[in-house]
């Protein structure tokens, strides 16, 4: 039987899930930098597949955001 006494406390802090917010909104940037380049005739290739944008900054973008997602998890707002 639960004790009436014993409080429902959350397992983080309301900084972790505004900064775990964060991290999500970082990684949904990234997938979006990583989207189009295609083309409409499939007899065309289109070398926008291989820019900067595509390779390069938004894939390091999706990984900042997961860093950014797994500091949230382990930071300890009680620890001053």
Do not use: H, W
Not at 15 to 31: E, H, R, S, W
């Amino acid at each position: 039987m639960k004790n009436k006494d014993q409080k429902n406390a959350f397992l983080f802090e309301k900084i972790n899930y505004t900064i775990l917010i964060i991290g999500i909104a970082v990684i949904a940037i990234g997938f979006l930098l990583m989207s189009g380049g295609g083309s409409d005739d499939p007899k065309v290739f289109n070398d926008a597949v291989f820019n900067f944008r595509r390779i390069r900054l938004a894939p390091t973008v999706v990984l900042i955001g997961f860093g950014i997602t797994i500091y949230s998890i382990f930071k300890n707002p009680k620890k001053q």
